[in-house]
């Protein structure tokens, strides 16, 4: 049975470490290495440029077992055999090896770093699953909050309290998570569904009686939400929910998607056509949702006080989203902010359908047009060549035959194919194909109140075989 490892953080600086292997690998090693602050000798026949030019001690020939005296580490980067002769070299010496991927010859193995406001944390496989520590150390990360600089101040506030009154070790743990948790309690929140509004959310005074904190500024993420499914978000999105302290969110976002901001509250501020909004759980979430001037005011005031906010926006924050005019609204208020791209519907919805919106031979460009609004509608369209592109039109369904005869009537064949992506991505997800002139007549044969994507152009011909293909691979697979 293999005896457990002893994690430990070591202090390399100043002190000799020998680097056997100087190639690609090796070279990755040694910035580790120089970064620690060690003193590095690099033993090797051969040496890449980038090492030679690091200005470090090289030594250039095979590796010889007195070159590991009075080393405090060895990092072993060369085949399996030269790694077993370090290895026999530094058993006697009391010096580790760490040998990279090769654990049978291994006395020490480096770890998944992850670096954050002070804070270091190591993630381990013993050498035999690089990859998979990898893969840990990124979710580990993801999961690590935005304001983590936040407990590492206070942490080092009550310790130095604590070792001037004498407080036991024992009794040090719950005194900082009950620190730690007045952060949340002097930002205002309150947990998820108390009735309250965003706007006196942002207005609740602090109920914190103790010295005042040094915590991280407030910052806003425009983040897109991608078409609908919650495996179709971006890492840095699932971060920036699970970091969040505020939430308001649009029409359309799925509840498994909200679900990441656990700790967060959570407003509906979006908008429907006027009507109420429902969750994938049924549970009604707002009528007529907020005006963009009141969304501006929430997430400037909440940002100033200190909280991390999510505007969260179904596709992109920046295709229809109103992204744009938030940014600008930010910046104005000299709030910090970042933005999170999403996938837009306009490319999800065509690709879930098996629909490319290019394709050599057929269409060359697209266009993405609003279709809610005729005359918008009609200024965008009316200097294309007709039939020259593919058109995605977003926020049209509801004027699906409008939109078809505006395009007949401006020289595009009755024939060319189009069709209608209902839900993309979701298990609802419905799409129809068939020609303008069968658009233009309202014969669309689908039953469902979902956001749809419209698409005209060649392109939807293509391979109908193959893309019938493709929808019963993802209805299979929800």
């Not at 250039?60 to 580490?73: I, Q």
């Not at 009550?158 to 070790?169: C, E, F, L, T, Y």
């Not at 129809?432 to 979902?450: F, K, M, N, P």
């Amino acid at each position: 049975m293999t005896s457990e490892l002893m994690p430990l953080f070591l202090n390399l600086a100043g002190r000799d470490v020998v680097l056997v292997g100087a190639g690609r690998v090796a070279a990755g090693k040694l910035r580790q290495l120089l970064a620690a602050g060690a003193r590095v000798r690099v033993v090797a026949p051969a040496v890449l440029p980038e090492i030679d030019q690091t200005g470090v001690e090289i030594v250039r020939r095979r590796f010889e077992p007195g070159d590991l005296d009075g080393a405090w580490l060895v990092i072993a980067a060369a085949t399996p055999e030269v790694n077993r002769e370090v290895a026999a070299a530094a058993e006697p010496r009391r010096v580790f090896v760490n040998a990279v991927d090769d654990p049978a010859n291994a006395s020490a193995f480096l770890s998944g770093v992850v670096r954050r406001s002070g804070v270091t944390l190591a993630i381990s496989t013993s050498g035999t699953a690089p990859a998979l520590t990898a893969l840990v150390r990124e979710a580990i990360d993801a999961l690590l909050p935005q304001d983590l600089d936040g407990w590492v101040v206070e942490a080092r506030r009550q310790r130095k309290a604590w070792k001037s009154g004498g407080v036991p070790m024992e009794a040090r743990k719950p005194r900082l998570l009950e620190a730690l948790n007045a952060l949340y309690e002097g930002s205002g929140l309150k947990p998820q569904g108390s009735g309250q509004t965003p706007e006196a959310v942002c207005h609740e005074p602090s109920s914190v009686s103790h010295e005042p904190l040094a915590v991280s500024q407030g910052r806003v993420s425009l983040v897109g939400a991608g078409p609908g499914d919650s495996a179709l978000l971006t890492r840095k999105a699932i971060a920036r929910l699970r970091a969040a302290d505020l939430v308001l969110y649009d029409a359309l976002i799925d509840d498994r998607i909200l679900r990441y901001a656990r700790k967060a509250q959570r407003f509906f501020v979006g908008k429907r056509g006027g009507a109420e909004a429902h969750g994938s759980t049924g549970s009604p979430r707002s009528v007529g949702g907020m005006s963009q001037e009141k969304i501006h005011g929430v997430m400037v005031r909440a940002a100033r006080r200190g909280r991390q906010v999510v505007r969260l926006k179904g596709g992109d924050p920046f295709v229809f989203g109103r992204g744009g005019e938030e940014m600008l609204a930010l910046e104005r208020a000299g709030v910090s902010f970042d933005v999170v791209p999403g996938v837009t519907s306009a490319l999800a919805g065509p690709a879930l359908a098996g629909i490319p919106v290019t394709h050599r031979g057929l269409s060359s460009a697209f266009v993405v047009v609003s279709g809610h609004d005729e005359g918008v509608f009609e200024a965008s369209l009316g200097r294309l060549e007709p039939n020259s592109l593919t058109v995605v039109v977003m926020m049209g369904l509801s004027r699906s035959a409008a939109v078809a005869s505006g395009l007949i009537d401006r020289g595009w064949r009755s024939t060319t194919p189009a069709a209608i992506i209902v839900s993309a991505s979701l298990p609802e997800q419905q799409v129809w194909r068939g020609t303008l002139d069968q658009l233009a007549a309202d014969a669309v044969d689908i039953e469902s109140d979902g956001p749809g994507t419209i698409v005209v152009g060649d392109v939807v011909a293509l391979a109908a075989e193959a893309t019938a293909e493709l929808e019963r691979h993802y209805a299979s697979n929800r």
